[in-house]
């Protein structure tokens, strides 16, 4: 009897996979957002948000609220930018792929790392990111979330 064949993920499927179980690294329970950058299809660095390092987090002591934001945390995809340079590792003309779409600032910052395409699953906040990714050209797809499910990780909360 033959065996049945899967259909296999796309590369933006998969990416976003990706994005998803390492947004369950994530500390911020307000939102858990995970972001892979990728080049040639290869992954060269991940981020979630997160406190700063040596800081506590906010799964542990609660948020630092401004203007209805918890800004203690460093969003997935500055942590993913940071992550790269810490290594040395160049993300110039990158993909990035994010659970959650760029807030302003994080927008700006892909921009200028060089990133030439943002997949991201949900919309989160801001609608400048459309309008100026066009100036640039910088193509942002909305590729929604895959749905991993990850129930031994679900079960178990970040350590």
């Known amino acids: 009897m033959p065996e049945e064949v899967r259909p296999r993920a796309s590369w933006d499927e998969y990416f976003m996979s990706i ?3 390492v947004a369950t690294r994530s500390t911020c329970p307000r939102k858990y957002v995970g972001s892979v950058i990728v080049r040639d299809r290869t992954i060269l660095s991940t981020g979630y948000n997160g ?3 040596g800081m506590p987090h906010c799964s ?3 948020h630092m ?3 209805n934001h918890c800004v203690a945390t460093i969003h997935a995809e500055a942590n993913a930018i940071i992550q790269a340079a810490k290594n040395g590792v160049t993300i110039d003309g990158g993909d990035c792929y994010v659970t959650a779409s760029p807030c302003w600032n994080c927008f700006k910052q892909l921009a200028n790392a060089g990133i030439k ?3 991201f699953g949900e919309f989160y906040r801001d609608n400048r990111i459309f309008e100026i990714a066009s100036k640039i050209g910088i193509e942002l797809v909305h590729s929604g ?3 991993v499910s990850l129930p031994a990780l679900a079960a178990t909360p970040p350590t």
Do not use: F, K, N, Y
Request: hydrophobic letters at 40%; one cysteine or more; glycine letters at 12%.
């Open 19 to 21: 994005a998803q179980v």
């Open 51 to 53: 406190s700063i390092r």
């Open 60 to 62: 542990d002591v609660g």
């Open 65 to 67: 609220m401004e203007d």
């Open 117 to 119: 395409r943002i997949c």
């Open 145 to 147: 979330l895959p749905g």
